[in-house]
């Protein structure tokens, strides 16, 4: 059976067909790390997730690739402002190249929480310095930009295809006042390499052809999705928020430098709100996996509520749905534990869970078939064995759940390995830092004559 999936430069839902037999390239636009991600960054990550998960379960070979962006994400999106990153140092008084490594840990932590799967390749935009330049001097050469006193731009009127992807009117855009361009000839122009201040010596800064400084937002994506995955690879996503800036900018750049629209499907995943609002680091508005965990929910009870959403429409995050929630997977966990041995998974439902996720993904569909399941008219071992088949795009660890939560997972026996070299080498600090996280996940730390072991503290 196909897959369709929404792409938003065509605005279609279309059957997916990838560009090389078997195999698809997957690019994801990974996080700023300036700070921890909040609970709507990782919807993001795990619409990702079920998408990938899909591919797989439909036979293909997915080459997954999430950059890290570790330079150069202003506090505007529309190169105005200071570097993220730079900022960010002063708040926690790491120097920026530390607090890129904490806060990347943190967010692979998360990820690793949420059952995400690992990408292929992660990449940082700070490792891939010199191909930016190149990809610069190249739209240099092409005559695509122009040079102002704070940096080298992007020229989008020489773009004939601007802003298509986002359907931006490009010229009212321009003719409005509503933004200043400051030295920008046009609003929709972008930075490609910004000069480090005169009067200021920023952590985060490289020698170019065009003076010291660092490169401007997009060209990362571009650099390192068509490095990992070709000039022309099978799909991008990102959230709704990259459609009018970031990925249009990443497309220009792309068909100015290579003549392609950079991925033949592009994908995005809706906004979590708070509140009515957006969840947003910048503006202080973020909730944390962490909150979730300190308030005793199982992290897949967040997973679960991002698949009771279809990942084109909006979620609002509240802590009643999310108590639901956890009844609504508890629910399902005891059942799949309770169905003991599994045996064949039942034809009917398979197809009916196949026609959801592979109509642009529509988990809220596949998830209600879990109830339907449930109340059917078939033998135990067949509704286990169909349950664990939809668990492998769901992800939610069935097979793992036991009543008495005997099972320590994955993380918490790392934290504890971690806790015991960290003790082996005095590090007192961090030894308590990972206990408590133990203890956070609903684990104890007993130390045992024979070594140290975690139980539920339930
Ligand atoms: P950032 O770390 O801000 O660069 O964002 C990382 C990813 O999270 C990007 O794909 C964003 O589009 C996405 N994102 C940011 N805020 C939200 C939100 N409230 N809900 C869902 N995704 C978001
Ligand atoms: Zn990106």
């Given at each position: 059976m196909p897959v369709s999936l929404f792409d938003t430069y065509t605005r279609q839902v279309r059957e997916f067909e990838p560009l090389s037999k078997g195999e698809v390239g997957l690019y994801a636009c990974g996080p700023t790390v300036y700070d921890y991600a909040h609970i709507g960054n990782l919807r993001t990550y795990l619409f990702e997730d079920f998408l990938r998960r899909t591919l797989e379960y439909n036979g293909y070979k997915v080459n997954h690739v999430i950059n890290i962006?570790?330079?150069?994400?202003?506090?505007?999106d529309a190169d105005t402002g200071e570097d993220k990153m730079e900022k960010g140092s002063r708040r926690t008084g790491m120097t920026a190249w530390e607090m890129a490594d904490f806060y990347t840990a943190a967010f692979q932590d998360d990820l690793q929480t949420l059952n995400i799967l690992a990408p292929h390749t992660w990449c940082r935009a700070t490792d891939h310095i010199p191909e930016q330049i190149a990809f610069i001097e190249d739209l240099v050469q092409r005559g695509f930009t122009y040079t102002t006193s704070d940096g080298i731009y992007f020229d989008s009127r020489r773009s004939n295809n601007y802003g298509r992807l986002a359907r931006l009117d490009v010229n009212g855009l321009r003719a409005g006042a509503r933004v200043d361009p400051g030295e920008r000839r046009f609003v929709t122009d972008f930075a490609l390499w910004k000069f480090s201040p005169p009067d200021e010596q920023r952590q985060m800064e490289w020698d170019s052809p065009w003076g010291i400084g660092f490169p401007g937002w997009h060209i990362e994506c571009s650099v390192i999705s068509s490095k990992y995955l070709g000039d022309f690879f099978d799909i991008h996503c990102g959230g709704e928020?990259?459609?009018?800036?970031h990925h249009t900018n990443e497309i220009a750049q792309t068909e100015a430098s290579k003549g392609t629209t950079l991925a033949n499907f592009w994908m995005h995943g809706y906004f979590l709100q708070l509140d009515n609002m957006k969840m947003a680091k910048s503006a202080g508005q973020m909730v944390r996996l962490q909150s979730l965990l300190d308030a005793n929910y199982d992290p897949l009870v967040y997973r679960y509520l991002c698949l009771?959403?279809?990942?084109r429409t909006q979620l609002s995050f509240g802590w009643d749905s999310l108590e639901a929630c956890g009844v609504a997977l508890g629910r399902l966990q005891k059942s799949c534990y309770e169905w003991g041995e599994p045996s064949e998974p039942d034809a009917d439902f398979v197809t009916r869970f196949e026609d959801h996720i592979n109509n642009d993904l529509n988990m809220p569909r596949a998830l209600a078939l879990t109830h339907d399941l449930r109340r059917a008219d078939i033998p135990d071992a067949n509704k286990k064995a169909t349950l664990l088949h939809f668990d492998r795009v769901f992800g939610l660890r069935l097979d793992e759940w036991r009543p008495d939560r005997l099972v320590v997972p994955e993380e918490v026996e790392r934290w504890l390995q971690q806790r015991e070299s960290a003790r082996s080498e005095k590090d007192w600090q961090q030894a308590d830092l990972l206990r408590d996280k133990i203890l956070a996940a609903g684990y104890q730390v007993e130390d045992r004559p024979e070594g140290p072991r975690v139980v539920s503290s339930e």
């Open positions: 962006t570790d330079v150069g994400h202003l506090t505007s928020d990259h459609i009018p800036i009771t959403a279809h990942y």
